[in-house]
């Protein structure tokens, strides 16, 4: 069982940066890939970035390559987005995602946790 926490979200103005954190409970959570997804209004649930349980490789989706970075540290069972030159298509509600994949890491359906997410408003 993995429970996960968002936080970091807020509002900013283009060209900002914003960090968000994912505190996860469970000892699981070291062998469970983890992945950022994020909707906003009236939209689908998108991939953003996940990262490997051991870190060893991310993935990011291409709106988010060169902006953002995912990281984690299985010592204190956090995982981190920092979202650096944000844009206003970048608002939205970023949930945290925990699953145990090896692969097709942009699917929602690999994960099996996730938190209640934090929002990202990016003003223009």
């Known amino acids: 069982q993995v429970q996960l926490v968002e936080s970091g979200g807020g509002l900013v103005q283009a060209g900002d940066s914003l960090r968000l954190s994912c505190a996860a409970s469970?000892?699981?959570?070291?062998?469970?890939?983890m992945g950022w997804f994020r909707r906003a209004p009236g939209k689908e649930r998108e991939f953003v970035a996940a990262i490997r349980w051991n870190g060893g490789q991310t993935y990011y989706a291409d709106s988010a390559k060169g902006r953002f970075t995912i990281s984690r540290d299985n010592a204190k069972n956090t995982g981190n987005l920092q979202m650096n030159s944000l844009k206003p298509e970048d608002t939205a509600v970023y949930y945290c995602?925990?699953?145990?994949?090896?692969?097709?890491?942009?699917?929602?359906?690999?994960?099996?946790?996730w938190g209640q997410g934090t929002q990202v408003t990016v003003s223009s």
């Open positions: 995602a925990a699953g145990y994949t090896y692969s097709n890491y942009e699917s929602p359906a690999r994960y099996g946790y």
């Open positions: 469970g000892r699981t959570f070291r062998s469970s890939a």
